[in-house]
């Protein structure tokens, strides 16, 4: 198993520009789910989702748009990046929502000129 | 809101110099107490899960403890593979998304 694969590892983008991170996992599980991490602060939750065709807001949900078409993949779409989104972009998936374990990504960091 | 508050920020210690990093919380009625291990450049790592107040978990050098209003993460005897950030997260028993901590840094030095 490759477990939870995000693309790209780094990513630099101008302010206005659009782009989606990918993140896809090969264990069947129903939880998915988008975090960002900046320096000094905890990871919060981006948006989230149950299930193929199930989606809901995290925390910092403004400026990010997601959707689950497949168990498999969950891309985060940033419509017009801004500065504020720098950051270090994690997907995370688990076998339920109520799974204790949660099996994280490589991460994507993403710089906003 | 809950609320997750990590103490120190940083940690150094010399190889074999036991330690423990604090974690207190906020949560209206906790269903779980997550700690994750995370190395520079990489994801988070699960280590342990604690549910009620008394309950401890070991994972060789590290052991978690619990009470009602915070958790320690104890390092007996650490190496120096043992340096990564730990991080703290409370889900509540209403909503089972997880609400995240800073993160501790500890560096140990041989």
């Known amino acids: 198993n490759a477990g939870v694969t995000q693309t790209p590892k780094f990513q630099v983008l101008k302010t206005g520009q659009s782009m989606t991170l990918q993140c896809a996992q090969d264990?069947?599980?129903?939880?998915m789910s988008w975090y960002r991490q900046d320096p000094g602060m905890g990871l919060r939750l981006i948006h989230y989702s149950v299930g193929a065709g199930i989606t809901d807001q995290g925390e910092v949900p403004n400026g990010y748009n997601v959707s689950r078409s497949t168990t498999e993949d969950f891309p985060l779409r940033l419509l017009s990046a801004a500065p504020s989104q720098t950051s270090v972009y994690f997907c995370?998936?688990?076998?339920?929502?109520?799974?204790?374990?949660?099996?994280f990504g490589p991460g994507t960091r993403l710089t906003v000129l | 809101e809950d609320q997750v508050t990590q103490s120190p920020e940083a940690l150094r210690l010399q190889e074999g110099e036991s330690s423990s990093l604090n974690c207190s919380y906020t949560?209206?009625?906790?269903?779980?107490l997550f700690w994750y291990r995370q190395d520079p450049g990489k994801g988070p790592e699960f280590l342990f899960t604690l549910y009620s107040a008394g309950e401890e978990k070991e994972k060789e050098r590290l052991k978690a403890t619990l009470t009602k209003k915070e958790s320690f993460l104890h390092i007996t005897a650490p190496k120096p593979e043992d340096s990564a950030t730990y991080l703290c997260?409370?889900?509540?028993?209403?909503?089972?998304?997880?609400?995240f901590g800073a993160g501790t840094t500890v560096t140990v030095r041989a």
């Open positions: 997260a409370v889900q509540a028993s209403n909503d089972y998304k997880l609400s």
């Open positions: 949560v209206s009625g906790l269903r779980g």
């Open positions: 995370a998936s688990s076998y339920s929502l109520t799974s204790d374990t949660q099996y």
């Open positions: 264990m069947n599980h129903e939880y």
